[in-house]
């Protein structure tokens, strides 16, 4: 016996993946590539959806995780043929916009915080505390580039060359993603590359992003009121489920909003 009902209509789905928080490599408290890479792998694999949304609010991190991300995003949509479009809410910045611009369309809320198209190190330095207090810093290393950096020495203008030279290095991989993804539509009469952040409206402007527009509404109007939406993203521990929060977790709690509080949010 056939069990099905004949001419039963069938509604286009929407695959939404939650690309949220700050970009990093530790596999708890941090969005990376081993955490979201099997709801990513899902939301093109399930199914059959007519496009793959991206719903980002992310501050950036690590490049290495968001390249990492980003090109899963892209194998994926060009292997199945699925068109991606991405959604930003309150910011995609720096690896928060490589994210964005692994897709085909980009869309913000007025308000949304897009750009950060730049790289930077942040350290501190406390030679001088530690010898006013009789401190001694003893390092012994094999290699004379091994304690790089060290805050607890007086800077080495060696060393901070050898540091700039990678951040120019990681910038100009970024420059190039961003420049391979978005193409013609970006200003050529504006250096969008300086690290600026900019407000929806102004990004669209500068082709950063392709207009202003709200999920739900926006996809209503393109694929149909009767678009279904299947959601994905990484899942929670059993005890982050139930409220329980750890040392670590506060540790993440407090870098994450520091991370935000740059962009004012």
């Known amino acids: 016996m056939i069990n099905y009902i004949p001419f039963l209509p069938t509604y286009p789905t929407v695959a939404v993946i939650r690309l949220s928080g700050v970009i990093g490599g530790r596999t708890r408290g941090g969005l990376n590539d081993g955490g979201i890479g ?22 950036g991190g690590s490049p ?16 199945k043929n699925i068109p991606v479009i991405a959604f930003v809410e309150d910011v995609a910045a720096s690896g928060g916009y490589w ?24 350290s501190f330095g406390a030679s001088e505390l530690i010898s006013r207090y009789g401190i001694e810093r003893r390092v012994y290393t094999a290699g004379q580039s091994k304690s790089m950096l ?29 420049k391979t993804r978005r193409g013609d539509k970006l200003a050529a009469d504006v250096d969008l590359f300086t690290g600026e ?6 990004a669209t402007e500068l082709g950063l992003i392709d207009g202003i527009g709200h999920l739900r509404p926006f ?31 506060a540790v993440d709690s407090i870098e994450e909003r520091s991370a935000y509080a740059q962009f004012g949010l």
């Open 64 to 79: 290495v995780q968001s390249s990492l991300i980003g090109a899963r995003i892209r194998r994926l949509a060009e292997e």
């Open 99 to 122: 994210l964005a611009a692994a897709a085909d369309e980009i869309y913000a809320d007025p308000s949304s915080v897009v750009g950060s198209i730049g790289v930077i190190s942040s």
């Open 150 to 178: 060290d805050p607890f020495r007086p800077e080495n203008p060696q060393d901070v060359e050898r540091l700039k030279s990678i951040l120019n290095d990681i910038h100009a991989n970024f420059i190039d993603h961003v």
């Open 38 to 59: 099997p709801a990513i792998d899902k939301a093109f694999n399930r199914g059959k959806p007519v496009a793959v949304v991206l719903e980002i609010s992310s501050p």
């Open 219 to 249: 996809l209503k109007e393109r694929f149909g009121d009767k678009v279904k939406f299947a959601r994905y993203g990484s899942k929670k521990g059993l005890l982050s489920r139930f409220g329980a929060q750890i040392i670590g977790d």
């Open 197 to 202: 952040i900019w407000l929806a409206k102004r």
